[in-house]
């Protein structure tokens, strides 16, 4: 069974850092593809950025590129994505989540419909 737990988020002004972090229970780490998407009030919700299984292969939103980086990391018994944000925007503003696929390629996946887990999301605030 698979758990992800999103934590981090909290509220910042503009031009700001943060990082989200997903601990992620499950069994084998290294056979999982995760993503972060975000779902601002009143909006649906959307890709920001996905990694393969790897950890080499990643995609970026436009309008986070440069900004935003996401990884993987497993450190011991523990297993986490992170969500690196810089130069944070009011329009970062929203609920974000961590999802992970099962996955046997090298491919990463900007669709919900491609991932079968999801944590409860964080809250990031970004103040002008």
């Known amino acids: 069974q698979v758990r992800l737990v999103e934590s981090g988020g909290g509220s910042v002004q503009a031009r700001e850092s943060l990082k989200l972090t997903c601990a992620a229970s499950?069994?084998?780490?290294?056979?999982?593809?995760f993503a972060w998407f975000r779902q601002a009030p009143g909006k649906e919700r959307e890709i920001v950025a996905a990694i393969n299984r790897g950890g080499d292969r990643t995609y970026y939103r436009d309008s986070v590129k440069g900004r935003f980086t996401i990884s993987k990391i497993k450190d011991g018994t523990k297993n986490f994505v992170y969500l690196q944000m810089n130069d944070l925007s009011p329009e970062d503003t929203a609920v974000y989540y961590c999802a992970a696929r099962l996955d046997q390629s090298q491919q990463y996946y900007v669709h919900e419909i491609q991932y079968n887990d999801w944590g409860q999301g964080t809250q990031l605030t970004v103040s002008s």
């Open positions: 499950v069994s084998a780490f290294s056979f999982y593809a």
